[in-house]
């Protein structure tokens, strides 16, 4: 049985701030992304991990295969499928006039039942949020019961926030509650399959990077 599960969440995909909605966006990591990666993994590489385990996308996979060890593909910790808001800002989903798979007229509404999580709700030709909630959870379920002392999943900022509410025992709502930085690792202990949060959005092995990497990037 798992004592402490470590969700390390992939480095950077794009400019930070860029505020656009990347789920299901298979994009690699960014030359920033690549250095948060590399001190990301020379921070793990000092835990003794017994198993890793990663999303099938790029930017965990580029994320966790800087770690040197075995890592294994694990489907449910792929990011939400935000369906045709992929690569769009909040500006321009707001702007737009979509969403009417829900029933509401157009983003306004959506965005509405989304935020107060309406668990019909589906992402406009994507992932509905109660099969996103229950896929993360069986995610989270496997770990948990994962032989060794430590375990690390790379995953995404929706599925490691989703996860947090389910090992806590908080309502799903409350993922929208939390904010998972990239390359930041947070950390759970478990007793009898719950959680406590003993760790949250770490970046200390981050600092200076951002502004190195500025200096030198065009």
């Not at 590489?45 to 198993?51: H, I, M, N, S, V």
């Not at 109660?130 to 995953?155: K, T």
């Not at 202990?189 to 981050?206: K, M, N, T």
Request: net charge negative.
């Amino acid at each position: 049985m798992t004592n402490r599960l470590v969700l390390a969440r992939h480095a950077a995909v794009e400019p930070h701030g860029s505020g656009r909605f990347l789920g299901s966006t298979d994009l690699p990591l960014c030359e920033l992304g690549t250095r948060q990666a590399a001190a990301l993994a020379r921070r793990l590489q000092k835990l003794p991990l017994d198993q890793i385990f990663s999303s099938p996308l790029r930017r965990a996979r580029q994320t966790a295969d800087l770690l040197g060890q075995d890592v294994e593909v694990d489907e449910d910790l792929r990011e939400v499928d935000f369906g045709r808001w992929e690569g769009l800002s909040f500006e321009e989903i707001s702007a737009s006039d979509d969403g009417n798979d829900n029933g509401g007229n157009g983003n306004h509404a959506s965005i509405d039942r989304w935020s107060s999580f309406d668990p019909r709700f589906t992402f406009p030709g994507g992932e509905s949020l109660d099969g996103f909630v229950a896929r993360v959870a069986r995610a989270a379920d496997r770990l948990a019961e994962c032989a060794g002392e430590n375990v690390l999943a790379v995953a995404h900022g929706g599925v490691i926030r989703s996860m947090i509410c389910h090992l806590l025992g908080l309502q799903p709502k409350n993922y929208l509650l939390f904010n998972v930085k990239p390359a930041s690792i947070t950390t759970i202990d478990l007793f009898d399959g719950r959680g406590v949060l003993v760790g949250f959005s770490d970046v200390c092995h981050l600092t200076g990077i951002r502004e190195r990497s500025q200096e030198g990037d065009n």
